[in-house]
């Protein structure tokens, strides 16, 4: 994998902390401070009509692929060994990793975070893939892997879920993250699609999201 990124050395400009992720009952909390604080992404599965738990080989297959790949990324991004084993999941991720190199990498100007978790006053919390400058805009950006496009529905949910990152980045860090990016690049052809949402429509998916968070604590009392 070439370091085609490598005058722009990782700087991060703001001290996260480690936090251990806990499952109970499908549900995703971050232990912080002691607190067990619901996940974003738990928290929006809520919000859905209908919830699937019973996952099929290839979607296991799938969300496998999919970690390995963030893996590589924030190694590359941290200029860390990666090791790749000799498995066809393995393999998949790093020819992933590399769609993703080759083709948002090179628009960046500085990596500010890389796999930070983030909450907001213990409401929530997250993990979010990338922060970084692009066209000098504070940017948030989140990889997904997939086989098939996806739905307007769930870019609109993955939307929501990095405008509930951005809120609770600026409330740390006294930041103003201006747009959001999702890099989705697809398992089978090495395709890819790049969304993105400018300050204005970032903001309308920040009123999305806090209308999921008020709907979780309802029914979550």
């Not at 019973?54 to 893996?71: A, Y």
């Not at 496009?149 to 951005?166: C, G, N, T, V």
């Not at 930041?175 to 400018?198: G, N």
Request: charge should be negative; proline fraction near 1%; glycine fraction near 2%.
């Amino acid at each position: 994998m070439s370091l085609i990124n490598n005058e722009k050395i990782y700087k991060p400009t703001f001290i996260y902390g480690e936090h251990e992720v806990i499952k109970r009952n499908n549900f995703r909390y971050y232990k912080i401070d002691n607190q067990l604080v619901p996940s974003v992404t738990s928290i929006l599965r809520v919000s859905r009509l209908t919830q699937d738990y019973n996952f099929s080989s290839r979607q296991i297959d799938s969300f496998e692929i999919g970690n390995m790949m963030h893996e590589y990324l924030d190694k590359y991004i941290t200029n860390r060994v990666i090791e790749i084993e000799n498995t066809k999941n393995c393999k998949i991720a790093y020819e992933l990793s590399k769609v993703v190199i080759n083709n948002i990498f090179p628009r960046i100007e500085s990596f500010i975070a890389s796999e930070a978790t983030v909450h907001d006053n213990y409401n929530y919390a997250g993990t979010l893939d990338l922060l970084a400058e692009i066209d000098n805009k504070l940017t948030i950006i989140d990889y997904k892997s997939s086989y098939g496009r996806k739905s307007s529905f769930l870019i609109d949910e993955h939307f929501q879920q990095l405008a509930a990152y951005a809120i609770a980045h600026d409330n740390m860090y006294n930041t103003d993250i201006k747009q959001a990016m999702i890099f989705i690049v697809y398992k089978e052809s090495y395709e890819f699609d790049i969304l993105t949402a400018d300050l204005s429509l970032l903001d309308e998916y920040k009123y999305m999201w806090q209308d999921k968070l008020r709907y979780y604590n309802e029914v979550s009392v």
